[in-house]
Structure formats: structure tokens, C-alpha cells
């Protein structure tokens, strides 16, 4: 069940749910502030993914293959698209899970939230999910003609939006690989992330 409420305050009020006593927290970061800045890295990794890629594209073909307004426009779109960013997390939740979608209190940063045990590979999947929302634009843009700046422009900017917002859902996936086995659920509750051993 997904549910959308405009402004979240507390995300532990929406990361409650009922916690199985073989949990075992993960060694991770915590607060928000300090997961975003050990991610930093990965982002720093995806940018030179999207940079590398116009730059082949250009000098594949010898020419401007983007109109930079276009670029802006693009990332205005990919910064709208990023509720349906939070939908794809949600959707890899089974019905019975209980998913709440909304807008940080004070940021530009929109969540998807549950506490709700998912085997490791189904973890990864919804982690990784919205990466649809950069790859469907890049791919567009690799194939797209180099004369077609304004369209280029407008899916480039929508695939560095997509492509690099996942970058602390990379670093989760880095955290469940490095600490829980192949047989492990992986579980939200309140601020922290937990195994489940089964």
C-alpha cells in the first residue's frame, strides 16, 4: 500500500514497523547529513559516467550535439520526475507493505519510507530501480542524432538527474553487500538499516 503525504517531519514515524528480534543493526551512517557526505564519492563517480558519455557523443561526431538552455530544462524535468524516483522504490514492495511517499521537512528531497523485511536481491532491485529514470534518457541521447541539440539537451539533463540522484541508494546496496550474507533480509527501521538472519 503506498500512501503520499506532502510534508515528513520524523522519518523513524514512518519506519516503525515490527522488527524481528535476530535484527541486527548495520554499521552505518547516522544521520543523513553524514550518509549523503560518505556518498559522496559515488556521485562524484556517476557525473564522470554522464561527462565521459557527452564527450564521446561529441566527438564521435564532431559538433555541439546539446543547446545548454535545453541541458537546464532537462534537469528542471528530471528534478519533477523525482516523485516517480520514490514510486519505483515503492513499487518493489510487496501490497502488504505499508510505503509512505513524501517531501522532507526544510529540504528539496523527496523519500520513500518503509519498514518492511525484503530478501537481499529484492533489496538491491528497489534500490537500483530508479536508475530507470537516467538510463531510458541516456540511451535516447547516445541514439538520438547530434543535430538534434534541444532534444539532446532536454534528455541529457534528464539523464544526469536520474543517474546521479540513486547515488546514496549505491552506497545502502555497498553497505547490505559488504555486511549481510545472500540469505538476509534487510529491513528500514526508524533511522537505521537491519539484517535479518534467517
Known sequence: MIKYVKIIDNIGEYQCGKLPLTAQKLDAPATTEEMMRKSAPIAVILCAIMSLTICMKALASKSMVFFLPAVLGGLFL?????????????IAYPGKAAVT?????????????????LKRSRFIVMCLLPFLLGMIPLILFVLSPPQNTIFNGLLFGMACMGMISPYPDVYNII????????????????????????
Open 78 to 90: 528530471g528534478f519533477l520526475f523525482l516523485i516517480i524516483h520514490e514510486w519505483l522504490h515503492a
Open 101 to 117: 511517499i513524501g517531501k522532507l521537512k526544510g529540504r528539496l528531497v523527496f523519500v520513500a519510507l518503509a519498514s518492511f523485511p
Open 175 to 198: 553497505l547490505v553487500l559488504q555486511q549481510a550474507k545472500n540469505t538476509d533480509k534487510i529491513m528500514f527501521y526508524g533511522d537505521g538499516l537491519y539484517r535479518i538472519s534467517s
